[in-house]
């Protein structure tokens, strides 16, 4: 099983960049999925990107041709780079793994990192 933790956050002005990045320790790294979630204030936590163990990826629509993820499974860390921010990007950015896809896409885990904060400003 791995443990994540989150990295990379910070204040950005709109249409600016940010690459969080998402660091797992334990065995195992490259045989999950890995999602990268967000959580603005008020609302849930949804789905922004995962990638598969294959390599794989697959966008939420309001992301889809500005955040690309991505991941270096030597290094067992995995990668949201982010451009093109909106202010209504801004929220906590998680990650987590699994080796269900059908979890990843449910973002069904019984535990989850501090996350990482993004501030976008307009």
């Known amino acids: 099983q791995v443990q994540l933790a989150e990295s990379g956050g910070g204040l950005v002005q709109a249409g600016g960049s940010v690459r969080l990045s998402c660091t797992a320790s334990?065995?195992?790294?490259?045989?999950?999925?890995i999602g990268w979630y967000r959580q603005a204030p008020g609302n849930q936590r949804v789905l922004v990107a995962f990638i598969r163990s294959d390599g794989s990826t697959h966008y939420a629509d309001p992301v889809k041709g500005r955040f690309t993820i991505s991941r270096d499974n030597a290094k067992n860390t995995a990668y949201l780079q982010m451009n093109s921010l909106k202010p209504e990007d801004t929220a906590v950015y998680y990650c987590n793994a699994d080796q269900s896809l059908v979890a990843i896409m449910r973002a069904d885990f019984g535990s989850w990192g501090q996350g990482t904060q993004v501030t976008v400003s307009s």
């Open positions: 334990g065995r195992g790294f490259s045989a999950n999925h």
